[in-house]
């Protein structure tokens, strides 16, 4: 018995049809994007110096802030308070693993803890500020957030 031999021309057949890709050879921006060229780029000339330049409108982004609404969510402040369990290098230990700081900025916050029983760690977004406190909680530490007034 011989052997089938697979068919090398496209075609209807049992596989999945292979269709070529056409690549963008003059870079990553399609040449009819509006994106291609910024609107500060584009300049319109008048023919003539006695016609009027058409009005353009204020670029998308730069608006006027208005007092009614405001730009930032509400602060939400990230506080830890003071515990007889925890050690002080422990605690400033935690503040380095969870929000980074260098060794002094930690030990700063960690005598705040100490000296006056609470310290305002963060003043950032709910998600962030929830994320800080359940790191805190997840090492023992008594931390709790409230809204900035």
Not at 8 to 30: A, D, E, F, H, K
Not at 42 to 49: C, F
């Amino acid at each position: 018995m011989a052997a089938a031999k697979p068919s090398s021309q496209p075609g209807p057949g049992p596989g999945p049809r292979l269709v070529p890709v056409r690549r963008n050879t003059r870079g990553s921006i399609p040449p009819r994007s509006p994106f291609r060229h910024p609107p500060s780029a584009i300049r319109i000339q008048s023919a003539s110096p006695g016609v009027a330049e058409p009005h353009v409108a204020p670029a998308i982004g730069k608006t006027e802030k208005t007092a009614d609404k405001p730009d930032l969510e509400p602060a939400w402040l990230v506080i830890c308070w003071d515990d007889p369990v925890n050690l002080m290098d422990y605690v400033t230990h935690v503040f380095q693993v969870v929000f980074g700081w260098q060794r002094q900025k930690a030990e700063y916050h960690m005598m705040q803890v100490h000296n006056n029983g609470k310290s305002l760690l963060a003043r950032t977004t709910l998600e962030q500020a929830e994320h800080y406190v359940h790191q805190l909680q997840k090492y023992s530490l008594h931390a709790t957030m409230e809204r900035e007034s």
